[in-house]
T-cell receptor
Framework: DAGITQSPRYKITETGRQVTLMCHQT?????MFWYRQDLGHGLRLIYY???????DKGEVPDGYVVSRSKTENFPLTLESATRSQTSVYFC????????????FGPGTRLTVL | KNEVEQSPQNLTAQEGEFITINCSYS?????LHWLQQHPGGGIVSLFM???GKKKHGRLIATINIQEKHSSLHITASHPRDSAVYIC????????????FGSGTQLTVLP
């Protein structure tokens, strides 16, 4: 299917466990982003990537790791999950040229117990 | 500092009313986006604009570059328009990153 997908859509984990959230896009967009959305904070950028093998920190990167070995995939890993990382996570992608919209994935609701 | 301010934070309207949501920003931009998020749902791009006005169905977005201000209008509002509306900005030189407003929670009552 064309578009941007995230998996899993829902995840419950325990404090201290490693969790990986997957993001896949089919447009070959150069830019990909990870956001978290929490009540009272709106959307906050965790990490972004301008191309394969190029990643950079956003506003709230602590406790997260990303990689981008292929253009279409941008996984986000919580190395040792904490309760404060309970949130809804959105992946997004965007092209580089011209007048490009940003497209969002459906979101992953993560609960850390 | 690059900032985006939205108002109001919450808005309740009766079905059929004309609705306006405002967005202002601090410095020069290359584009402004209006996004919609239904409860428990994903985020959808409604408009992307850098000047003038765009219309899609009952939704109209305008931007005044000189005043650093944009508005989203909904004509003949309907309960299905109930959602959070988010203004997001491409600040010039921002490497394709968006800066988001805090969102406006719109509730349209039947």
């Amino acid at each position: 299917d064309a578009g941007i997908t995230q998996s899993p859509r829902y995840k419950i984990t325990e404090t201290g466990r490693q969790v990986t959230l997957m993001c896949h896009q089919t447009w070959s967009h150069s830019y990909m982003f990870w956001y978290r959305q929490d009540l009272g904070h709106g959307l906050r950028l965790i990490y972004y990537s301008a191309a394969a093998d190029i990643t950079d920190k956003g506003e709230v990167p602590d406790g997260y790791v990303v990689s981008r070995s292929k253009t279409e995939n941008f996984p986000l890993t919580l190395e040792s999950a904490t309760r404060s990382q309970t949130s809804v996570y959105f992946c997004a992608s965007r092209g580089t040229s011209g007048y490009n919209e940003q497209f969002f994935g459906p979101g992953t609701r993560l609960t850390v117990l | 500092k690059n900032e985006v301010e939205q108002s109001p934070q919450n808005l309740t309207a009766q079905e059929g009313e004309f609705i306006t949501i405002n967005c202002s920003y601090s410095v020069g931009i290359s584009a402004l986006h209006w996004l919609q998020q239904h409860p428990g749902g994903g985020i959808v791009s409604l408009f992307m604009l850098s000047s003038g006005k765009k219309k899609h169905g009952r939704l109209i977005a305008t931007i005044n570059i000189q005043e650093k201000h944009s508005s989203l209008h909904i004509t003949a509002s309907h309960p299905r328009d109930s959602a959070v509306y988010i203004c997001a900005v491409d600040f010039s030189g921002s490497a394709r990153q968006l800066t988001f407003g805090s969102g406006t929670q719109l509730t349209v009552l039947p």
